[in-house]
């Protein structure tokens, strides 16, 4: 099992910066990809962004040049530097592990993030 705790969401303007972070707990070893999802009112949950045991990453293009994802495999952490954020960025952040050898997805509880225009 793994478990999964986000946090760093919140209200911000429009143009400003907020770090989501994800901290990873239990069977960490087997994590292969983990990414960010995110999921707006009355909308699908969409995939924000990606990045592989190797630190490959992968971004869906409304995102692309202000969304950085990242991994400190030694603290266990993922994180999503989001900047120049835009009002339609507004949803709640999940945070996502997959386990390949187990063929299973893990998930957080989400944060908010609100952008204000």
């Known amino acids: ?18 770090r989501l972070s994800c901290a990873a707990s239990g069977s960490i070893f087997e994590i292969n990809t983990m ?24 971004y869906v293009d ?6 950085t994802i990242s991994r400190d495999n030694a603290k266990n952490t993922m994180y999503l530097q989001m900047n120049s954020l835009k009002p339609e960025d507004t949803a709640v952040y999940y945070c996502n592990a997959y386990i390949r050898s187990r063929r299973s997805f893990y998930w957080g509880q989400g944060t908010q993030v609100t952008v204000s225009s």
């Open 1 to 18: 099992q793994v478990q999964l705790v986000e946090s760093g969401g919140g209200l911000v303007q429009a143009g400003g910066s907020l």
């Open 35 to 58: 990414g960010w999802y995110r999921q707006a009112p009355g909308k699908q949950r969409e995939l924000v962004a990606t990045v592989t045991s190797f630190g490959e990453t992968n």
């Open 62 to 67: 409304s995102v692309k040049g202000r969304f």
